[in-house]
Structure formats: structure tokens, C-alpha cells
């Protein structure tokens, strides 16, 4: 599990790898990432959008961004988490994550970055 604390909001994420498949007569290999976010702030906050960097083994970067993430943009007051899973596709049997989530403290009205810590996505027949 990889663990980060931006100004009171703590992300863990946790990885699987998923299986291969092909697409466009091209192996493709499926991760899943589970992202727990918890509010140990004083204020409520709310996900607004999402920024994503994925790299694999062959050094190829997807950059993602959008709005909330799978859909919604949760608010969580003081002491309450938010848990989401998703997933991605990689050319190569493993690579990295990382990020940012953008929130809006509701105290303040301003928004902040929370850093999502990259993170491995790992086929475990490719490791040594």
C-alpha cells in the first residue's frame, strides 16, 4: 500500500494486476487501483478534478485529466472517507501511477492540490 498526507487529506492506494488481453491484435495488460480518501482535516473538502500521469516499462506516457473521479465529486466532511476503484491498460507488464486530486476547502473556498504518491502496477510474472 502507498500512502500520502496533503494538508490534512491522506490518500492510499492499493494496486492488482488484472490479466492480458488483445486489442487491436496488440497484448494489452489490465490493472485495477483502489484509492481510499479520508478527511483527517477540520474542514469539509470536496474532489473536483482529477490528474493522472501513467508511465510504462517502455518509458510511454498517458497523461488523464477530468472531472471527479468515476463520476462523482465526493464531499467529505471532517473524519469521513471516500473509497472508488478503477483501472488502466498498459503496453507492457508493469509501470507507474501518479497525481493529483484538486479539492475545494469549503472554510476557506479555495482550492488545493492533493498528491496522489506514484505508485506500481506490476504483473507478477514479469518481476524477478
Not at 473538502?45 to 471527479?68: C, K, M, P, S
Not at 501511477?97 to 504483473?123: D, Q, Y
Request: charged share 20%; aromatic share 12%.
Amino acid at each position: 500500500m502507498v500512502i500520502q498526507i496533503t494538508r490534512g487529506i491522506k490518500i492510499s492506494v492499493l494496486t492488482a494486476f488484472e490479466g492480458t488481453y488483445f486489442k487491436n491484435n496488440k497484448m494489452h495488460f489490465a490493472f485495477s487501483y483502489h484509492i481510499t480518501i479520508e478527511n483527517h482535516s477540520k474542514d469539509s473538502v470536496q474532489l473536483t478534478t482529477r490528474h493522472w500521469e501513467i508511465y510504462d516499462a517502455l518509458n510511454y506516457l498517458e497523461t488523464v485529466d477530468g472531472e471527479g473521479v468515476i463520476g462523482k465529486k465526493p464531499v467529505l466532511k471532517p473524519g469521513e472517507t471516500h473509497t472508488y476503484s478503477s483501472g488502466c491498460l498498459l503496453c507492457a507488464p508493469f509501470g507507474t501511477m501518479k497525481g493529483h486530486f484538486e479539492m475545494i476547502n469549503f472554510t476557506t473556498t479555495k482550492s488545493f492540490k492533493v498528491i496522489v504518491p506514484a505508485f506500481r502496477l506490476n504483473a507478477p510474472f514479469a518481476l524477478n
